[in-house]
Nanobody, 127 residues
Framework: QVQLVESGGGLVQAGGSLSVSCAASGRTFSSNAMGWFRQAPGKEREFVAVINWNDGNTYYAESVKGRFTISRDNAKNTVHLQMNSLKPEDTAVYYC????????????????????WGQGTQVTVSS
């Protein structure tokens, strides 16, 4: 009963910035963690960033640390990913995901433990 709807994405030049958002909805929506993953053509889906919904703590993949920022807006049930200093290798389809149950995970990085996924949004970084 959880739906994740993404917005943002698009084409940006290397060194530029882009922000993507994911709005969650559903009956009495609640989550333990919200994460961002990405998948490039011919590559496996990889972890990007995660935020614990309750305390706001975050964790990032080494490849994006210092460039990307994940944040949450409790009032709007929305998670954001601000992407700065973008590189061509950041080009991928970006997915948001929600991990619902509390008391099992804290800042999950494995895609297999997430319960709901957005439709994905294309981010293309040109050279």
């Amino acid at each position: 009963q959880v739906q994740l709807v993404e917005s943002g994405g698009g084409l940006v030049q290397a060194g530029g910035s882009l922000s993507v958002s994911c709005a969650a909805s559903g009956r009495t929506f609640s989550s333990n963690a919200m994460g961002w993953f990405r998948q490039a053509p011919g590559k496996e889906r990889e972890f990007v960033a995660v935020i614990n919904w309750n305390d706001g703590n975050t964790y990032y993949a080494e490849s994006v640390k210092g460039r990307f920022t994940i944040s949450r807006d409790n009032a709007k049930n929305t998670v954001h990913l601000q992407m700065n200093s973008l590189k061509p290798e950041d080009t991928a389809v970006y997915y948001c995901a929600a991990q619902i149950r509390r008391g099992i995970y804290y800042l999950p990085r494995s895609a297999s433990v997430y319960d709901y996924w957005g439709q994905g949004t294309q981010v293309t970084v040109s050279s």
